[in-house]
């Protein structure tokens, strides 16, 4: 993990805990533990300028992407959270099997933005071309 600035508490997970967590989640199709990890008022806007509202519908979303989908894999290749110690910056290399076969890999850009319990109440999702 790259360089984190900003204050750490010791009793709480810091931001980019919870967005590493919250990936691994994602890894391994835990979307209980990523509900636990979503502003219940979460907005997720993607590279399509789709737009997902809302915990419910936002883990719906990622369990259709990532529920049929097989050998999901994806790489951190950078993380960087912003001094106001709510905005994390994530680069990831993203690869997985369609159930149709297909392979598709992605190179994204992530901007997570965590409320101050450190819940993420937002996330913007930018493809890497």
């Known amino acids: ?12 997970p810091g931001a980019a805990q919870v967005v590493m967590a919250f990936l691994t989640c994602g890894g391994r ?9 979503l502003d219940e008022n979460i907005t997720r806007m993607g590279p399509d300028g789709d737009v ?17 989908a097989r050998d999901y894999r994806y ?3 950078r993380c960087a959270v912003a001094e106001d110690g709510l905005t994390v910056l994530v680069e990831i290399e993203e690869g ?4 149709d076969g297909t392979e ?3 190179n994204e850009a992530m901007i997570f933005d965590l409320t101050p319990g ?8 930018y493809t890497k071309v």
């Open 75 to 77: 790489e951190v290749r």
């Open 52 to 68: 997902k509202s809302g915990r419910d519908e936002y883990l719906a979303y990622l369990e259709s992407v990532l529920g049929e």
């Open 29 to 37: 199709r835990d979307f209980s533990g990523a509900k636990d990890l």
């Open 1 to 12: 993990m790259g360089p984190v600035a900003g204050e750490v508490h010791r009793d709480e």
């Open 118 to 125: 450190h819940r993420i109440r937002r996330l913007s999702v």
């Open 96 to 99: 997985l099997t369609q159930a």
């Open 104 to 106: 598709l890999a992605v």
